[in-house]
């Protein structure tokens, strides 16, 4: 079974940068799409970029051009550079994985989730 365990979240003014990071533990055939989602109170969970294994990058339009996806597929972790944070970007941010187990089944695995808060 695969773990997902976050870092890097805290409290940080706007215009300020804050780098997540994620790494995946445990036994997998293979780690498929890999991303970054948010939460904030009352509103469902969103996405705000994710990488495939071949390198492939979705951002979400709030945070294009200001945050940045990277995967180290051998070390399976994930990270996200937050920069010019906003005071809407505050919010619990939630590590996703695609995982393939060893018997080719597909699952979704979400980490605990990390909260970052942006002052104005």
């Known amino acids: 079974q695969v773990q997902l365990v976050e870092s890097g979240g805290g409290l940080v003014q706007a215009g300020g940068s804050l780098r997540l990071s994620c790494a995946a533990s445990g036994i997998a055939f293979s780690i498929n799409d890999m991303g970054w989602y948010r939460q904030t109170p009352g509103k469902q969970r969103e996405l705000v970029a994710r990488?495939?294994?071949?390198?492939?990058?979705f951002y979400a339009d709030s945070v294009k051009g200001r945050f940045t996806i990277y995967r180290d597929n051998a070390k399976n972790t994930v990270d996200l550079q937050m920069n010019s944070l906003k005071s809407e970007d505050t919010a619990v941010y939630y590590c996703?994985?695609?995982?393939?187990?060893?018997?080719?089944?597909?699952?979704?695995?979400w980490g605990q989730g990390t909260r970052v808060t942006v002052s104005s």
């Open positions: 996703h994985a695609v995982i393939v187990n060893i018997q080719r089944v597909q699952a979704d695995s």
């Open positions: 990488i495939a294994s071949g390198g492939t990058t």
